[in-house]
């Protein structure tokens, strides 16, 4: 099926860093740093961070590579399916991944617009918990309103929100930084750095949040038919994204724990609001409350923006159903996809925030990561001639990391999530043999074919 109307490039360099920052940095770190030290029972779970920067660093040099290789709209749908074929298992695999995204992608928002909801409740106390749930089920309805309009326009407002995430962040560690003490940051419990299976199962849980809180630097790929020059904006753009992000999530930490004792910290609900109150009073930490509102914003406005890309795209491609192929006749962006997950994410806005990080993680690693990484190195091997901008450092070193990455994250994944993942992939391949049965698509167009001929 043919969409409406193309796609516009109107994203340079600037916007589309911008964008994976905003994605990456949003209310996420806020709310898992105290959680993130409880992984482990002390500010050891640091190690978590740097765990997570370099599985990041190697997953985003598969992204950069395949992204320049492949610089079309939807991402990982494109790369799975021609990976593994698009007459064959990478049919079944990138509809597995638009699958889940109808998910995990308002579950994400979800996630933001409930943070939102959180710290609007914190500077207005008097607020009724069904006022709160009202507040986080209108957020994503609203970010669909401001996104109802052409790319070029959101990619110069991505700028302007990337400066207030850059802003808070940079608060927290030029307050902390003269407060900065080893003492705390290596107060570690006694016995804790054994290397026993408990170790690894902590540093497996601190560095799953840590990844959720990455989670983001690969957006510009779904954005990748929008973006100008996209073989040398993509890669540039998904490993600064990451390099800038790993420095400020290390030294916000750094400073939460340097100034109030980790043994309080893991219980904080609002940590930058404390973190404020205890070094500067309550009138700056007031402040960063509503500065944190606008990160949440930043953020879930580029998460709504690249995941409505990905069920357009596979739209477009007959894999996925056709009234997602539809853009808008004047601002030809795919509003279908964005009032879709903008309404489901306004539903999962029900659930409790703590509940959905583990599941939200499992699937996306056994659903998309996971299979893409494995789907780099067949596409180097199917088709060594296919023209790469962009070609992975050290390769295949990152990718095999990358790959034991996902592989350990699961490993360590809590069964509750574990179970979740399996069952979302579950209802995605029955959806899928179904919808290829009746449509005489792989595995059963040759298995028809041998039937007929047989006949």
Same mark, same amino acid.
């Given at each position: 099926?043919?969409?409406?109307?193309?796609?516009?490039?109107?994203?340079?360099?600037?916007?589309?860093t911008?964008?994976?920052?905003?994605?990456?940095?949003?209310?996420?770190?806020?709310?898992?740093?105290?959680?993130?030290?409880?992984?482990?029972g002390?500010?050891?779970?640091?190690?978590?961070?740097?765990?997570?920067?370099?599985?990041?660093f190697?997953?985003?040099?598969?992204?950069?590579?395949?992204?320049?290789?492949?610089?079309?709209?939807?991402?990982?749908?494109n790369?799975?399916?021609?990976?593994y074929g698009?007459?064959?298992?990478?049919?079944?695999?990138?509809?597995?991944?638009?699958?889940?995204?109808?998910?995990?992608?308002?579950?994400?928002?979800?996630t933001?617009?409930?943070?939102?909801?959180?710290?609007?409740?914190?500077?207005?106390?008097?607020?009724?918990?069904?006022?709160?749930?009202?507040l986080?089920?209108?957020?994503?309805?609203?970010?669909?309103?401001?996104?109802?309009?052409?790319?070029?326009?959101?990619g110069?407002?991505?700028?302007?929100?990337?400066?207030g995430?850059?802003?808070?962040?940079?608060?927290i560690?030029?307050t902390?930084?003269?407060?900065l003490?080893?003492?705390?940051l290596?107060?570690?419990?006694?016995?804790?750095?054994?290397?026993?299976?408990?170790?690894?199962?902590?540093?497996?849980?601190?560095?799953?949040?840590?990844?959720?809180?990455?989670?983001?630097y690969y957006?510009?790929?779904?954005?990748?038919?929008?973006?100008?020059?996209?073989?040398?904006?993509i890669?540039?753009?998904?490993?600064?994204s990451?390099?800038?992000?790993?420095?400020?999530?290390?030294?916000?930490?750094a400073?939460?724990?340097?100034?109030?004792?980790?043994?309080?910290?893991?219980?904080?609900?609002?940590?930058?609001?404390?973190?404020?109150?205890?070094?500067?009073g309550a009138?700056p930490?007031?402040?960063?409350s509503?500065?944190?509102?606008?990160i949440?914003?930043?953020?879930?406005?580029?998460?709504?923006?690249?995941y409505?890309? #990905?069920? +357009?795209?596979?739209?477009?491609?007959?894999?996925?159903?056709?009234? =997602? *192929? !539809? %853009?808008?006749?004047?601002? /030809?962006?795919?509003?279908?996809s964005?009032?879709t997950?903008?309404?489901?994410?306004?539903?999962?806005?029900?659930?409790?925030?703590?509940e959905?990080i583990?599941?939200?993680?499992?699937?996306?690693?056994?659903?998309?990561?996971?299979?893409?990484?494995?789907g780099?190195f067949?596409?180097?091997?199917?088709?060594?001639?296919?023209?790469r901008?962009?070609?992975?450092?050290?390769?295949?070193?990152?990718?095999?990391?990358?790959?034991?990455?996902?592989?350990?994250?699961?490993?360590?994944?809590?069964?509750?999530?574990?179970?979740?993942?399996?069952?979302?992939?579950?209802?995605?391949? #029955?959806? +899928?043999?179904?919808?290829?049965?009746?449509?005489?698509e792989?595995? =059963? *167009? !040759? %298995?028809?074919?041998?039937? /007929?001929?047989?006949?």
């Amino acid at each position: 099926m043919k969409a409406e109307a193309a796609l516009r490039r109107e994203l340079g360099l600037v916007q589309a860093t911008a964008l994976a920052i905003t994605d990456m940095v949003g209310i996420g770190p806020y709310i898992t740093i105290p959680l993130f030290l409880a992984t482990m029972g002390g500010p050891q779970a640091m190690l978590g961070w740097f765990v997570g920067t370099a599985l990041a660093f190697c997953d985003g040099l598969v992204w950069a590579e395949l992204g320049a290789a492949l610089p079309r709209a939807g991402g990982s749908y494109n790369y799975l399916r021609e990976a593994y074929g698009p007459a064959s298992a990478g049919r079944w695999l990138s509809f597995l991944m638009v699958f889940q995204i109808i998910f995990s992608a308002p579950l994400s928002v979800a996630t933001g617009s409930i943070g939102f909801a959180d710290y609007f409740h914190s500077l207005l106390p008097g607020l009724s918990p069904l006022g709160v749930r009202l507040l986080a089920a209108f957020f994503p309805l609203l970010l669909v309103a401001i996104l109802y309009r052409r790319v070029g326009v959101i990619g110069n407002i991505s700028v302007v929100l990337a400066g207030g995430v850059l802003l808070g962040c940079l608060w927290i560690v030029l307050t902390g930084a003269p407060h900065l003490s080893a003492a705390r940051l290596f107060a570690f419990p006694p016995h804790v750095l054994r290397m026993s299976w408990l170790f690894w199962a902590g540093l497996g849980h601190a560095t799953l949040y840590a990844l959720y809180d990455f989670f983001g630097y690969y957006n510009v790929c779904y954005l990748a038919e929008e973006i100008r020059d996209p073989g040398r904006v993509i890669p540039r753009a998904i490993m600064g994204s990451i390099a800038i992000v790993a420095v400020l999530y290390v030294f916000m930490t750094a400073s939460f724990v340097s100034v109030i004792p980790w043994q309080r910290l893991i219980r904080e609900k609002f940590a930058a609001y404390t973190f404020i109150r205890m070094l500067e009073g309550a009138s700056p930490a007031g402040l960063m409350s509503v500065l944190l509102l606008g990160i949440a914003f930043s953020s879930v406005f580029s998460l709504l923006l690249g995941y409505s890309r #990905v069920p +357009y795209a596979a739209a477009v491609d007959g894999n996925f159903f056709p009234a =997602f *192929a !539809r %853009l808008h006749p004047k601002g /030809a962006f795919p509003y279908v996809s964005l009032v879709t997950l903008g309404v489901i994410a306004s539903f999962f806005t029900l659930g409790r925030l703590g509940e959905v990080i583990g599941s939200l993680v499992a699937v996306r690693i056994l659903l998309q990561y996971l299979p893409q990484t494995v789907g780099f190195f067949l596409l180097r091997f199917r088709e060594p001639q296919l023209n790469r901008p962009f070609r992975m450092w050290f390769y295949p070193l990152p990718g095999l990391v990358s790959l034991l990455g996902w592989i350990y994250i699961l490993a360590t994944a809590t069964p509750r999530s574990l179970l979740f993942a399996v069952a979302v992939f579950v209802a995605g391949t #029955v959806a +899928y043999m179904l919808r290829a049965r009746k449509r005489r698509e792989w595995p =059963f *167009a !040759r %298995l028809l074919k041998d039937s /007929a001929s047989r006949l």
